[in-house]
């Protein structure tokens, strides 16, 4: 098996959704998902999708570009999905998008995409190898 398609294999393997309910305590005043909370679970999203591909210890560096496409309201459901986008030496590139569902009707869009980046470390914090 070449290289190439053992990563795409890894990238398919590790690619990650969870589901989470939108209650009450988790919306600003707007009565809609605080920006702060969907970052919190789009950067936990990643971590798990980059840990599941390298089985290494993986630390977040940066998260870039993320775009708040559409308020998500209090009593809807969100779907958060994380796939690996760029293999590099000791990094790797998360995409995370979270998507909206209607509790009680098959209406689905996308509210949120990211990017997060993610590098490998050692058991002395230093980078390493991501594969």
Do not use: C, W
């Not at 990563?7 to 009565?31: C, G, L």
């Not at 009707?105 to 980078?127: K, L, Q």
Request: hydrophobic fraction near 40%; charged fraction near 25%; glycine fraction near 4%.
């Amino acid at each position: 098996m070449s290289t190439e398609t053992e990563i795409r294999n890894r990238i398919e393997a590790a690619t990650t959704s969870i589901f989470k309910a939108v209650f009450p305590n988790t919306t600003n005043h707007y009565d809609t998902l605080f920006g702060g909370t969907a970052l919190k679970l789009m950067d936990e999203v990643a971590f798990i999708t980059a840990t599941r591909f390298s089985r290494k210890r993986v630390v977040t560096v940066s998260s870039d570009k993320v775009d708040f496409k559409k308020p998500i309201p209090a009593g809807t459901l969100v779907e958060l999905e994380g796939k690996v986008i760029k293999v590099g030496t000791t990094s790797l590139k998360i995409r995370v998008n979270i998507f909206i569902e209607q509790m009680y009707s098959n209406h689905r869009e996308r509210a949120i995409e990211g990017i997060f980046t993610f590098v490998a470390v050692d058991e002395n914090r230093n980078p390493t190898k991501v594969l």
